[in-house]
């Protein structure tokens, strides 16, 4: 059943022209579409330089707005407060639910906070090089490295090593959404360590699904599966060692 229109988030998808791939958009719109419609399409740039050519064909095809904005002065990017302004505009106008910031700039660590503080949903798109603070600033943010067919993706470089931190977050996750029984709802866990970290993402260490990555550390943690006649079966997660209640 498709949701009602009260139920669907509109997104507007506002792109740095300078700081994103034309290559990618497929990928990035796909990825939005996740997360609600994407009914405002725009991206920022001077259109004058050489370089906002590659974009050309692909703004077509996905029928994207390109708004145009002119270096006033060498070495300054005035792409970002043409961003910001038209956001603030479209955040006053109600005509939306959420906001897709695709770039990997930090200069819009502060537009995305105040989004979030208006209480719409904000999720970002950019490099893995992209600044902790507009990461964590959005509520999802998703790395392009992870949207790469896989032939072409490189693996991140926590991806590949044993220090990595998901483990622990992910047992911080289960902690809090454990029931009396220990296990957890791995829904619920996924939500929860979206919000430990908003650039959680378990194709960022080689699987494509948060249950994959799970169970491929069975020496961590434990799942087990609630089947359904009616529907797809229920996963939960617990410690591995865990004592039975």
Known sequence: MMPSASDTRLIAMLIDGDNAQPSLLEHVLAETAKYGVVTTRRIYGDW?????????EALHVHAIQPVQQFRYTVGKNATDSALIIDAMDLLHSGL????????????????ATRIREQG?????VGRQDTPTAFVNACEVFVYTENLLPKANAKP?????????????????????????????????????????????????????QLSLLVKSRPDLFETRESKSKSGPSTVFVRPAGARPA
């Open 120 to 124: 719409l949903f904000v999720m970002g």
């Open 96 to 111: 939306v639910s959420g906001f897709c910031i695709v770039s990997s700039d930090s200069d819009y660590t502060r537009l």
């Open 156 to 208: 991140a470089p926590q991806a590949t090593s044993e220090s990595s931190g998901w483990p622990q977050t992910l047992a911080q996750a289960i902690e809090m959404t454990a029931q009396e029984d220990g296990w957890a709802f791995l829904g619920a866990v996924g939500s929860y360590v979206r919000q430990l970290d908003p650039a959680f993402d378990p194709r960022t260490f080689g699987h494509r």
């Open 48 to 56: 004058t330089q050489q370089q906002m050519g590659g974009w050309k």
